[in-house]
């Protein structure tokens, strides 16, 4: 489902510009063969890229520059770049320029957030169904509620779900991008789609 919480117009048409810029002109001159092999690598995550930035920024204008900077530094390290894959690697990079600004804005850290371990008593999520009642919400709901209700979660539990729902990262990939233990993306996973259920349940209470 990548993208599909944003508006997909806006979002191409920005993207678009923001795909060219983050091409340095010199450098893409210098070593064509090279640019030639990011492009083909790289921009076609770019629409996935801008949708999480636009939920850990929660705002289209710092998502794009977000975006661009991080395909600079992308561009810039691609000589150096061995794996993982190009999505989680773009991810990675893209995560630590969105908390660079959002620990430019805020005095204290996201990560202050405490993840509790796993319960014992919780089932192994590394055995749940594809298909899950936040996946059917998410096509069943108008996209307009669902990006606010998701974009209410606190960061880490925000980021997880994201990585997860909507750009399908593995359990594993979502680690290597957050640099958190797997142990700790199940945590933050359940107790993000907890929250959004609840939201959820909230939002369908209320009188029309």
Same mark, same amino acid.
């Given at each position: 489902?990548?993208?599909?919480?944003?508006?997909?117009?806006?979002?191409?048409?920005?993207?678009?510009? &923001?795909? =060219?810029?983050?091409?340095?002109?010199? /450098?893409?001159?210098?070593?064509?063969?090279?640019?030639? *092999?990011? $492009? %083909? #690598?790289?921009?076609?995550?770019?629409?996935?890229?801008?949708?999480?930035?636009?939920?850990?920024?929660?705002?289209?204008?710092?998502?794009?520059?977000?975006?661009?900077?991080?395909?600079?530094?992308?561009?810039?390290?691609?000589?150096?770049?061995?794996?993982?894959?190009?999505?989680?690697?773009?991810?990675?990079?893209?995560?630590?320029?969105?908390?660079?600004?959002?620990?430019?804005?805020?005095?204290?850290?996201?990560?202050?957030?405490?993840?509790?371990?796993?319960? &014992?008593? =919780?089932?192994?999520?590394?055995?749940? /169904?594809?298909?899950?009642?936040?996946?059917?919400?998410? *096509?069943? $709901? %108008? #996209?307009?509620?669902?990006?606010?209700?998701?974009?209410?979660?606190?960061?880490?539990?925000?980021?997880?779900?994201?990585?997860?729902?909507?750009?399908?990262?593995?359990?594993?990939?979502?680690?290597?991008?957050?640099?958190?233990?797997?142990?700790?993306?199940?945590?933050?996973?359940?107790?993000?789609?907890?929250?959004?259920?609840?939201?959820?349940?909230?939002?369908?209470?209320?009188?029309?």
């Amino acid at each position: 489902m990548p993208g599909q919480w944003i508006e997909a117009g806006r979002a191409q048409t920005s993207l678009t510009k &923001a795909g =060219q810029r983050a091409m340095p002109v010199s /450098a893409a001159n210098d070593d064509p063969e090279k640019a030639r *092999r990011f $492009r %083909d #690598a790289a921009l076609p995550h770019l629409d996935d890229a801008y949708t999480l930035a636009r939920y850990l920024l929660r705002d289209a204008t710092d998502a794009e520059d977000a975006v661009q900077e991080c395909y600079l530094r992308a561009f810039q390290h691609f000589d150096s770049y061995r794996g993982p894959e190009m999505k989680p690697w773009l991810f990675a990079i893209l995560r630590n320029v969105c908390r660079a600004e959002f620990a430019r804005r805020v005095s204290s850290p996201s990560a202050a957030i405490e993840d509790s371990p796993e319960s &014992a008593e =919780q089932p192994p999520l590394w055995h749940e /169904a594809q298909e899950t009642p936040e996946t059917q919400m998410l *096509r069943q $709901r %108008d #996209a307009t509620t669902i990006r606010r209700l998701v974009s209410a979660l606190a960061e880490p539990f925000r980021e997880t779900l994201v990585l997860r729902e909507i750009h399908n990262l593995s359990y594993r990939e979502i680690a290597d991008v957050a640099e958190v233990p797997v142990g700790t993306v199940m945590s933050r996973l359940a107790r993000a789609r907890a929250m959004l259920r609840s939201a959820w349940m909230a939002e369908e209470e209320q009188p029309k």
